[in-house]
């Protein structure tokens, strides 16, 4: 089956840090990742969909400057929070579309961050 | 928008009973996505369905498309069945992205 790899799964920054989150998948050439973040007991919220070559969109509310997005080959796409702060620690998860399979679903591991 | 209802929100079971877990959703679909997450994040996609029923190992998903409505169910259930289980839908037009909208999950806790 299809396999998306995210690292790191955790993190640990100071605020005003940079961190990178990378997303890959191992077996297929993802043509349209998604960004994933979940606040604790509650559900995935859409964060912005990566379409490799061009540039992300972003769901309205998510700060584009703040969570930077690149998907610049058909196997990885990173997301970059900038200048994190606490509020920002969250669990970010990845999930990954099989041109050939549009329909299904695979999901990275997950990252969880926490800004201190 | 689709909006994806799951029911029960928590459910607490003893090792050995059978468990069902249900998701309803008010707009037409492509597919809905049985997915279940562990305490640890990450997630694994159980079933995709679109129609009728599908079966693995001891997890049994089914769909009725004219109600709107699937279950996910669980036979002699395990500890190691206790996590949150999340129902997803596919819209029926997906265009270039085929954008996922959640239900907020159910969590399970399988008692030994």
């Known amino acids: 089956g299809a396999v998306v790899s995210q690292h790191p799964s955790r993190v640990i920054c100071k605020s005003g840090t940079s961190v990178k989150i990378e997303c890959r998948s191992l077996?297929?050439?993802?043509?349209?990742m998604f960004w994933y973040r979940q606040f604790p007991k509650q559900s995935l919220m859409l964060m912005a969909t990566?379409?490799?070559?061009?540039?992300?969109?972003?769901e309205q509310g998510v700060e584009k400057d703040k969570f930077l997005i690149n998907h610049a080959s058909l196997t990885l796409s990173t997301l970059t929070v900038t200048s994190a702060h606490p509020e920002d620690s969250s669990f970010y998860i990845c999930s990954a579309r099989a041109p050939l399979r549009p329909t299904e679903a695979f999901f990275g591991q997950g990252t969880r961050l926490t800004v201190v | 928008k689709n909006e994806v209802e799951q029911s029960p929100q928590n459910l607490t079971a003893q090792e050995g009973e059978f468990i069902t877990i249900n998701c309803s959703y008010s707009?037409?679909?492509?597919?809905l996505h049985w997915l279940q997450q562990h305490p640890g994040g990450g997630i694994v996609s159980l079933f995709m369905l679109s129609s009728g029923k599908k079966k693995h190992g001891r997890l049994i998903a089914t769909i009725n498309i004219q109600e709107k409505h699937s279950s996910l169910h669980i036979t002699a259930s395990h500890p190691r069945d206790s996590a949150v289980y999340i129902c997803?839908?596919?819209?029926?037009?997906?265009?270039?992205?085929?954008?996922?909208?959640f239900g907020k999950g159910t969590l399970l806790t399988v008692n030994p």
């Open positions: 707009v037409g679909i492509s597919a």
């Open positions: 077996d297929f050439q993802a043509t349209t």
């Open positions: 997803a839908v596919s819209p029926k037009s997906g265009g270039s992205n085929y954008k996922l909208t």
């Open positions: 990566s379409n490799e070559g061009s540039k992300a969109t972003y």
